[in-house]
Nanobody
Framework: QVQLVESGGGLVQPGGSLRLSCAAS????????IGWFRQAPGKEREGVAC????????YYADSMRGRFTVSRDNAKKTVYLQMNSLKPEDTAVYYC??????????????????????WGQGALVTVSS
């Protein structure tokens, strides 16, 4: 089946770290850039980070830059999101998806892929004492 399967969510204390994984099956992962999005209750979905198909470039939302790192291992058909220095406001459901990257000043933006849109099922991250 064509799918992205997420794992690694859970409960973490403020200041702690967590790593999410997004594993692909049924398609060639290295054809596609992968983005991470999140949605908290009562809030709009927002972009977190993305990585090009080869992994040569990464992009981050301002509030995540310096704390989050996106990477990929195409041999393992997996994309990762390493989250450090977590804050309670990071609590959300995190999704990975195939994306297209638009070079819009001052920073690139990323959106679900128009021709091959695949989403992970979501991983709940709760940052709390």
């Amino acid at each position: 089946q064509v799918q992205l399967v997420e794992s690694g969510g859970g409960l973490v204390q403020p200041g702690g770290s967590l790593r999410l994984s997004c594993a692909a099956s049924g398609f060639t992962l290295d054809y596609y850039a992968i983005g991470w999005f999140r949605q908290a209750p009562g809030k709009e979905r927002e972009g977190v980070a993305c990585i090009t198909n080869t992994g040569d470039s990464t992009y981050y939302a301002d509030s995540m830059r310096g704390r989050f790192t996106v990477s990929r291992d195409n041999a393992k058909k997996t994309v990762y999101l390493q989250m450090n220095s977590l804050k309670p406001e990071d609590t959300a459901v995190y999704y990975c998806a195939t994306v297209e990257i638009l070079n819009i000043a001052p920073s690139p933006a990323w959106y679900p892929h128009r021709d091959f849109e695949v989403w992970g099922q979501g991983a709940l991250v709760t940052v709390s004492s």
